[in-house]
């Protein structure tokens, strides 16, 4: 992770990144992002916190007009412009067999000295059997929320390195796995991110309107 620390983003005011961020639908077609640029995005969008760590994610870059035209087969038509505008579209899938690559990631944790024999032992007796046991409705449950973490991180990443982004939903989410070779009895569709810079005619477009906070919290 030595080239996650060192990168020194784009746009590295905290404030800016996080309150200024809004939903692009117009996008500049013109602008391309590289596959390298891509992939370290993708990598420090992986810093998400995930249940148990199990990382339980995987991202599907598309970013040709093949891909793309596949999109418009199973994408709502609202969802158009940032399909045909974006740099990219990002799927994000849980994959609920995540866990059965468990055992190799703590296993070379405890090789690289990164945690204790006892902490090891701790994770595959505890925490790995949970996942074995479990039911396809608590796997799918937890790969979901792990790659919605991941999806909003990326988002996050992605204004650091210059871009905007916009979280889609709007699709066929039963066609979604299977156009990309994904069985989809294995990985869940969470979200499309679409990802670019803005289109220079369409400035216009603003935050939405946000509830009242007094609305939507408590306290006990």
């Known amino acids: 992770m ?24 117009n996008f500049d ?36 007009d093949e891909g793309k035209q596949k999109l418009r087969s199973y994408f ?22 995540a866990y059965k690559s468990y055992r190799e990631l703590w296993n070379k944790a405890y090789t690289n000295k990164q945690i204790t024999k006892a902490k090891l032992e ?11 046991h479990a039911s396809k409705e608590m796997l799918t449950a937890d790969a979901s929320i792990d790659s919605a973490l991941a999806a909003m991180q990326f988002m996050l990443i992605a204004r650091g390195h210059g ?17 990309w070779g994904l069985d989809p009895n294995r990985y869940v569709p969470v979200m499309a991110i679409a990802i670019g810079r803005p289109a220079p005619d369409k400035q216009d477009e603003v ?3 946000r509830y009242p906070v007094k609305q939507v919290y408590e306290f006990h």
């Open 207 to 209: 935050s939405s309107v």
């Open 29 to 64: 077609p013109s602008v391309k992002i590289p596959h390298d640029e891509m992939v370290q995005m993708i990598q420090e969008a992986t810093t998400a916190p995930s249940a148990c760590n199990l990382q339980a994610w995987r991202f599907v870059v598309v970013d040709t």
């Open 122 to 132: 701790e994770v595959l007796h505890t925490f790995l059997p949970i996942y074995e």
């Open 2 to 25: 030595d080239n996650v620390q060192k990168r020194v983003f784009t746009n590295n005011d905290f404030q800016d990144v996080i309150l200024d961020r809004h939903s692009i639908r």
């Open 76 to 97: 709502m038509k609202f969802n158009l412009p940032q399909i045909n505008t974006s740099s990219a579209m990002v799927l994000l899938f849980g994959d609920t067999d």
């Open 163 to 179: 871009y905007e982004t916009n979280p889609i939903s709007g699709y066929n989410s039963e066609n979604a796995a299977a156009t």
